[in-house]
């Protein structure tokens, strides 16, 4: 008897490790729990829908989680889709013994989507300056995304949440006089701080890089501080109407090229009221022609 059970044990006992080094490594596909995460997506907002296919689960020891993976997963609200190339989450084990079903986390992996739909998705449950500001610049492009949360013990988002990824081929309106066109550049969004790195864009058709744009929220207001550079620009008559607005009015350029290096500060709101502008210029000139008329001794003291 007793040879019956040691045995019935060593093979209880190999059937419990061998299924979970097969959870741990190649994981089981399932629609168990679809039901429950598309529950979880409802108390999270009302309305909310997932739209799940099959499921698959791998057995975490390190924190005694479930991590569950699903692609092609749809996220619908108010009849905007959001199409996703995969959705993981970790779940509990304790709170599956408890018969709880509470997620840890949630990262979302976007497809190719177009960045107003995003935003116009967004917004009808996350209401935030920044998102607003997006809006209303935003007149196209697409957007790659990544998007981290985690929840809290009663379900809801905490306000750590990241997004990141690339945005290409963006077009930005609501500023009058200025084209900024064939913007791309990848983002990092974090609470009240978002930084945009390797940046390119035509800007009145002109080119220009970026290695980085840092804005922040400071209370009602936003930071700005970056950089701007562009490569040998050939500025005629034509083009240079609407720097000489702002840059050269009295100086009587008719025709400049050269390249730049310029660092940049200031702060705004969210009426679009700027303010303090602070701008490092380092100017290379190749070419300059001017009107032989301008007091030139307050730029070249020297002369």
């Given at each position: 008897?007793?040879?019956?059970?040691?045995?019935?044990?060593?093979?209880?006992?190999?059937?419990?490790?061998?299924?979970?080094?097969?959870?741990?490594?190649?994981?089981?596909?399932?629609?168990?729990?679809?039901?429950?995460?598309?529950?979880?997506?409802?108390?999270?907002?009302?309305?909310?829908?997932?739209?799940?296919?099959?499921?698959?689960?791998?057995?975490?020891?390190?924190?005694?989680?479930?991590?569950?993976?699903?692609?092609?997963?749809?996220?619908?609200?108010?009849?905007?889709?959001?199409?996703?190339?995969?959705?993981?989450?970790?779940?509990?084990?304790?709170?599956?013994?408890?018969?709880?079903?509470?997620?840890?986390?949630?990262?979302?992996?976007?497809?190719?989507?177009?960045?107003?739909?995003?935003?116009?998705?967004?917004?009808?449950?996350?209401?935030?300056?920044?998102?607003?500001?997006?809006?209303?610049?935003?007149?196209?492009?697409?957007?790659?995304?990544?998007?981290?949360?985690?929840?809290?013990?009663?379900?809801?988002?905490?306000?750590?949440?990241?997004?990141?990824?690339?945005?290409?081929?963006?077009?930005?309106?609501?500023?009058?006089?200025?084209?900024?066109?064939?913007?791309?550049?990848?983002?990092?969004?974090?609470?009240?701080?978002?930084?945009?790195?390797?940046?390119?864009?035509?800007?009145?058709?002109?080119?220009?890089?970026?290695?980085?744009?840092?804005?922040?929220?400071?209370?009602?207001?936003?930071?700005?501080?970056?950089?701007?550079?562009?490569?040998?620009?050939?500025?005629?008559?034509?083009?240079?109407?609407?720097?000489?607005?702002?840059?050269?009015?009295?100086?009587?350029?008719?025709?400049?090229?050269?390249?730049?290096?310029?660092?940049?500060?200031?702060?705004?709101?969210?009426?679009?009221?700027?303010?303090?502008?602070k701008i490092d210029s380092k100017v290379s000139i190749d070419e300059l022609e001017f009107l032989n008329q301008p007091e030139l001794k307050k730029f070249f003291p020297q002369i």
């Amino acid at each position: 008897m007793k040879k019956i059970i040691y045995r019935s044990f060593i093979v209880i006992l190999f059937i419990l490790i061998v299924s979970v080094i097969y959870l741990s490594t190649f994981g089981i596909e399932t629609t168990r729990f679809n039901s429950q995460i598309s529950n979880y997506a409802k108390n999270i907002k009302n309305g909310l829908d997932v739209d799940l296919k099959k499921i698959k689960i791998f057995l975490n020891l390190t924190n005694l989680s479930l991590s569950v993976k699903t692609v092609g997963t749809k996220i619908k609200y108010k009849k905007k889709i959001i199409e996703t190339n995969s959705i993981k989450t970790h779940i509990s084990l304790n709170s599956l013994i408890k018969k709880e079903f509470l997620l840890k986390n949630l990262e979302v992996s976007t497809k190719s989507l177009e960045i107003n739909n995003l935003i116009s998705f967004v917004r009808t449950f996350q209401k935030t300056p920044e998102l607003f500001l997006l809006e209303r610049f935003v007149k196209n492009g697409y957007l790659i995304a990544d998007i981290k949360l985690d929840f809290d013990s009663n379900g809801k988002i905490k306000k750590n949440y990241e997004i990141k990824g690339f945005v290409k081929d963006v077009k930005l309106g609501a500023i009058s006089q200025f084209d900024l066109k064939k913007l791309n550049f990848s983002f990092n969004y974090k609470k009240n701080n978002l930084v945009f790195n390797d940046a390119s864009f035509l800007f009145n058709d002109l080119n220009f890089f970026s290695k980085n744009i840092d804005v922040t929220k400071q209370k009602n207001e936003f930071l700005v501080s970056g950089n701007i550079e562009n490569k040998k620009i050939d500025l005629s008559q034509n083009s240079l109407d609407l720097f000489k607005k702002y840059f050269f009015s009295d100086f009587g350029i008719q025709k400049i090229k050269f390249t730049s290096k310029n660092d940049f500060t200031f702060i705004f709101n969210k009426k679009l009221d700027f303010k303090n502008l602070k701008i490092d210029s380092k100017v290379s000139i190749d070419e300059l022609e001017f009107l032989n008329q301008p007091e030139l001794k307050k730029f070249f003291p020297q002369i």
